[in-house]
Structures are given as C-alpha cells and as structure tokens.
C-alpha cells in the first residue's frame, strides 16, 4: 500500500554508513556492559544465567548483523527495524531479569532509537517506532520488573526518561531530515550543471564545430589549389589545416564528454570519440573492448574519457603515427585503458613538455589508479596505459 511504503521509505544510498556506526555502537555497549558486569564482585554466572543467555544472544545477531555488512550485502529497512527491535527485546529482557536490573540499562534503547530515526524519512514512523518501545519499557518496567520486586524508578524518573527517548528520537529525525534537504538541494544544483554541461556540448556541436570543419575543408581545398604556387603559400595552408584539424579535435571533447552526462555508457562514447579522430586526422583510430562495462558514475567515466582523449590528442600532434589502438578492458577487479600508437616515439624528456601527460596522471589519480608511459624509442611507438582498481558491488542474498 502506498501509505505503508511512505511510513517506511528508507533512502538505500545512506543505510550502509548507517549500518556501520550503529553496529559498532552496538558492539562498545555490549562490551562496557558486559565488563561492568563482570567487574562486580558479587557476578556469578551461576546466579545469572539469563543474563549470559542475553549476553550470547546480543553477540550473536551482532556478528550476524556486521558479517552482512562486511559482506557489501544489502541493508534494507526491515534490517533497521529487526535489529532496533533485538536491541529493545534484549534490554527490556534484562529489565525483567532478577538482580540484573540497574537504572541505566535503558540507555541501551537510545541507538537503538537514533539508528531508527536516522535511517527513516517518516517523522510520524519514527513517532510510532519510539511509542512502541517505550511502551515496552514501560510495561516492563512497572509490569514484570516491579512485580518481581526488582529495583525500579520512581514514576517522575520513568516519566523523564521516556520523554528523553522521544526528544533523541525527535532531535534526531529532524537534523537527519533537514540534512537530507540540503543534500538533495545539492544533488539538484548538480543535475542543473549536467543539463548545462549537456547544452553546451549540443550548442558546440552546432556551431563552433561544424564551422571549425568547414574552415577544415576549405582550407584543404585552397592547398590543393595551390600545389603548384608558391612554397610559402603551401606552408601556410598546410599549417592553417593543422591548426584546423586541432580546433575541431578539441572540441570534440566536450562534445562527446556530454554524450556521458547524458547516460551514454564508456564504450560508447569512446568509440565515437575513436570515429570522429579518424574523420578529423585521417588517421585510423580503433576501439577495442573485452569485457562488460560496469556501473560507473558520469565523473568516472568523463575522467576515463578525459585521459583516452589527451593520449589521442598526443598521438596526432607529436607521433606522426599512421595508426591508433584504443583498448578497454573491464574486469572484476579493475579497468584498464589503453591508447597504443606506430608512431616515432618518445623523448625522454617528454614529461617536461606541455601539460598532457600531467593532466593524465592527475585524473589517474583521481581515479585512485596509475598511469604508465612505454615508448621503445624513436620509431618504436608510444603505449599509454591507465590501471584504475575497482571493485563492483554485490547485490541480491
């Protein structure tokens, strides 16, 4: 029902983190409870038998609840809500267990109630959520503890701590909510800046880079014209085309990065970005993929992309190559790009020269990943090679 699933919307992307701090705080109040337990000297486990059966209990959906999420396995709300209600059953067990009862036991319901009111959006589930436990602890309190002459709160205490559950399950939400504004505020101004990224890629494509090529053309034209003028006026054609050529390749850049914002997968547009350097240079650019392309973000790839394009940018200015190789590999464990050419090689002071190679390396690193440059000398061609470590998500049980 759709009021049902309103009550228990749970945002996917968060519960892991917050999985994470609540299993571990879980972890440190069982520890202190149980050190301080321990540390009486009156503590027997003869004499205590319930409480080492909670003890065991609690440590075991402990270990249960964290292999889940060493495992990269989903954490849905129900997952929140079962482990919110272990937490409460087991402190309200210890509320009704003879000579184990003490006045903070019930602070262990605070995460419990902050886990809760964290990971859900509904102010009036939270509302509900902590009715419910407070409710319990009540009635253990007042029902089962007092009637078996347990040491128990006056009413005034009991009165302020639930209302102290209400006020963290209040405070709680309502930062949690208004952080979740701000972020969605934030994630919209991003969606914005794609869709401009978006336009200005389309305005580019056509305008300035269909000019460019025609410019391209016709210079092409006036130096076949002129073959048999002047030398100077071929020298000046002929670097008037280059120059052309490099305009028009660089903006295909933000042309095809903007195929990426618009949801294109990294295959794609590279291997678009490979025809049009063909088209541009004359210079035959091949794609290669082996492998299936995992998710990636639109920054990945446009990082990804970023590097294939200096390295092709590279191969048409300074190699002379008569050929390009672009390889993509995906596997389980990591992505490989490489951009392979015939061409003269490289200097060995190549990394000194312009920005392209310091630009690669940097959104290598960006990417957490390295860059290699292999050139076996003059003539021998130039490899560049970008390793990026990544590990895909597990889904499903």
């Not at 630009?359 to 957490?368: K, P, Q, S």
Request: aromatic content about 8%; charged content about 15%.
């Amino acid at each position: 029902m759709g009021w049902v699933d309103e009550l228990l919307e749970c945002n996917p992307n968060d519960n892991y983190v917050i999985a994470r701090m609540s299993i571990w705080g879980r972890w440190i109040l069982w520890a202190a409870a149980l050190a301080y337990w321990l540390s009486r000297p009156d503590f027997t486990i003869s004499g205590n038998e319930a409480l080492a059966v909670l003890v065991v209990a609690l440590a075991v959906t402990n270990a249960g609840f964290h292999w889940r999420l060493l495992s990269k396995r989903p954490i849905t709300s129900s997952w929140f809500l079962t482990f919110s209600a272990i937490d409460a059953a087991v402190i309200m067990a210890a509320i009704c267990t003879e000579s184990v009862f003490q006045p903070f036991v019930y602070l262990g319901l605070f995460p419990a109630l902050a886990s809760v009111s964290v990971a859900f959006t509904s102010f009036t589930f939270c509302v509900l959520w902590t009715s419910l436990i407070t409710g319990g602890y009540a009635g253990a309190t007042l029902g089962v503890a007092a009637s078996a002459g347990l040491e128990t709160p006056d009413a005034a205490t009991l009165v302020a701590q639930i209302l102290m559950m209400f006020a963290v399950t209040f405070i709680v939400n309502m930062v949690t909510g208004y952080e979740r504004t701000e972020r969605l505020k934030a994630l919209e101004r991003e969606r914005e800046l794609h869709r401009e990224r978006i336009e200005l890629s389309q305005q580019i494509h056509d305008t300035s880079a269909q000019s460019a090529y025609m410019i391209g053309l016709g210079i092409d034209n006036a130096l076949a014209l002129a073959e048999e003028g002047p030398l100077d006026l071929q020298r000046t054609l002929s670097a008037t085309s280059e120059l052309s050529k490099a305009a028009m390749w660089e903006l295909r850049q933000p042309i095809d990065i903007g195929l990426i914002w618009e949801g294109q997968e990294l295959s794609q547009v590279l291997g678009a970005h490979a025809r049009n350097f063909t088209t541009i240079t004359s210079v035959p650019a091949e794609m290669v993929q082996t492998g299936t392309e995992p998710k990636l973000d639109p920054q990945q790839r446009a990082r990804i992309m970023s590097i294939a394009h200096n390295a092709l940018t590279n191969a048409h200015r300074h190699s002379g190559a008569s050929s390009v190789v672009i390889k993509l590999e995906f596997a389980a464990d990591r992505i490989c790009l490489s951009v392979v050419d015939d061409g003269i090689g490289l200097p060995d002071n190549y990394h000194e020269r312009g920005h392209g190679f310091r630009n690669m390396r940097t959104e290598a690193e960006r990417l957490g990943g390295v860059l290699e440059v292999e050139s076996g000398g003059p003539g021998a061609g130039t490899s560049v090679t970008c390793h990026i470590p990544f590990s895909q998500p597990r889904t499903g049980d």
